[in-house]
């Protein structure tokens, strides 16, 4: 199980040379207006406007479509589910079918947006540079930013576990056949073993941190820290401009819906 | 320093450097037994880097620091490599530049070879080796196997359970004339090699039980071969040892041969013998009910296997999971119990047992469905003597009462005393 991210084809590219709290700040941007936003037009400016970046990503075309792909289906699936269905309020508000079907494609594209806009942004990111930015720039307590960097770090290694706890069970005669009610009752032992192991590493990690002078009082360097370039500037501004002019073009079609009232 | 068991705690006052501890930190070097849990960052310079952050040093000076550190340690990879493509004794050599590069005047190690494998282990050695020339630096070093530190030691202590210092001198000075103190201590001597208990005659023909036919594996999530069109056979009363350094397959082999793993291509499957009347049977299609009778597996990690609260619903599990009745198999539990000398803990939550404990723990319930192969994943890691020298007896009465034995280890010492075949990885096809 690969909880990595995929490789960067190219990192001198645009996207993953960038600036990693200009990328987020950028994203973050994008993403809370699509909230914002209940209507088709302005999610779909915005996705448009995320769709230029691409090229400049530095992604293969197969690992884009292998990011983007589940994310666009699973976000249309639940648009048209909407419409169908009359799940939300607002669809069941929105009465006759071209209504509902509209409403249920905001919902959709909304979805598409925020959900593209963030995981681009953080599979161009290399969670290092993230945590080095988010304590440079912003400053994050080096505390929560190392530390969430660390467990990071664990995360595959505890996969890998709970793979050889499945293995050590069949060993001891034991699996759940077809029986979904044992096959849970396992899953919830294994988990109880599984945390108890994350909480062994854990403290031998947070040792070996103390004892490299981690939270020692001591005001903290970067080894590489951020910096901030014009080209990074035009990111967040070009970030900016996008959503404004979502914004600003669906109020002038007279399509726009703020997401209350 | 070389302790009895496990598991000692501190008491009394400590002073580093006329200062306490806490302020000595500055001064100290850490380096612990596993490595995965001392790497924190995913790229080997950034690591390196990071105790020179916390130390406040500016940003130009750390990246000289940083590379002097890695090539103290005989680097050979740049500093962007990545840290979980290194393997255990790479790993740990980047945690000492890691604390080199803080330049401590006392080097706190504890076990830092145990995890390793023996050409791992070396390397360590020899950069701290290295490093002790280089500088004038303290070494305070807690071990269990002394023999191959012995060059690098001035001063021994061995401490006593319970307290109190045992032995105080140089090398020569505590282990020569001492062997008998030390053996009934469990501290392990220099030259030690254990010793098999006297077997009985083996008759020259022996039944194979399990036989692995053009086995091959692959790393998982690449596409390299770790073995190639292997076949083997396990025989009852016998030992094979399969050996080689970390990452070259024998975890995967051991669960390829006990029926856990399903093989890329080949298989193994169970004899007449094993399996009366099933002969030639595939052994990973088996249910688990089935497997746990006739295969027991070892893990290298014992909480890996735990499934209840008790010592004694542990024991009595595999034989009711095999189908006998709660009566039989609480008459084995108990048996296997004093055997193994678990019935102090017989009421015990198998997760607050001692190491040594939980190693016995983890072979009986292998046992306690009576099976007639046994497959174990490095069954001495980090032991005592005297716990090793139980293995040790405890295997090779297994093999004599006409059981296959399988274990996949790096412990040369006990590959030599107990097994009747090696198999070295990675092979050659």
Known sequence: MQLRRSTVADPTAFLPAADAVAKLGAAVMVAFVAFLSRDPVTPAILLAGVALVLPASGLRSRDLARLLGPLLIAASLLGVLNAVLAGT?????????????????????????????SSLA????????????????????????VGALASLRMAPILATEWGTIALARRARGVDAGRNPLVAMRLALGALVILLVSAIRRASRMALAMDARGFASGIPRTLARPPRMRRTDWLLLAAAGALSGAAVGISVALGTYAFLLG | MVDER?????????????????????????????????IIMSRAGDDVAFG????????????????????????????????DQLSGGEQQRLVLAGV???????????????????????????????????????????????????????RVVVLAAGGGVLLDGT????????????????IWTPGYEGRRPARPVIPPEKDSLLVAEQLSAQRPGTSEALFTRLDLGVRAGEVLAVMGPNGSGKSTLARLL????????????ASEALSPGHAGAVVWRWPAQELVRRIGSVFQDPEHQFLTGRVSDEL?????????????????????????????????????????????????????????????????FGQDRGTWDEMLALLAALADSGRGVVTATHDQALVAALADRTLRLPAEA
């Open chain 2, 258 to 269: 006990g029926g856990l793993l399903r093989p890329e291509s080949g298989q193994v499957t």
């Open chain 2, 6 to 38: 496990g598991g000692g705690e501190a008491e009394g006052t400590l002073r580093v450097m006329g200062t306490s501890p806490a302020e000595g930190r500055a001064h100290t070097g850490l380096v612990l037994q596993d490595p995965e849990a001392q």
């Open chain 2, 52 to 83: 020179l952050e916390n130390r406040g040093i500016p940003t130009d000076a750390i990246w000289p620091r940083v590379r002097a550190a890695l090539e103290a340690v005989g680097w050979a990879y740049g500093p962007n490599r990545p840290t």
């Open chain 1, 89 to 117: 309020p607002a669809v069941a508000a929105a009465g006759d079918a071209p209504s509902r079907a509209w409403v249920g494609l905001g919902l959709g594209l909304r979805i598409a947006a925020i959900a593209v806009a």
């Open chain 2, 100 to 154: 080199l590069a803080l330049e401590p005047d006392l080097l706190l190690l504890d076990e830092p070879t145990a995890n390793l494998d023996p050409d791992g282990a070396r390397r360590v050695r020899e950069t701290l080796a290295r490093i002790l020339e280089a500088r004038e630096a303290t070494m305070i070093l807690v071990e269990h196997r002394v023999a191959e530190w012995l060059p690098l030691v001035d």
């Open chain 1, 122 to 145: 953080l599979a161009t990111t290399d969670p290092a540079d993230l945590a080095a930015g988010l304590i440079g720039h912003l400053r994050v307590p080096p505390r929560l930013a």
């Open chain 2, 316 to 380: 009595a599990l595999g034989p009711i999971r095999s189908g006998l009745s709660e009566a039989e198999a609480g008459r084995r539990a108990t048996e296997l119990a004093e055997r193994l000398r678990l019935d102090a803990v017989w009421e015990a939550n198998p997760f607050t047992l001692s190491g040594g404990e939980q190693r016995r723990l983890s072979v009986a319930t292998a046992l306690a469905s009576a099976p007639q192969v046994v497959i174990l994943d490095e069954p001495t």
């Open chain 2, 171 to 186: 090398p020569s000075e505590v282990f020569v004339g001492n062997e008998e103190l030390c053996a009934r201590h469990g």
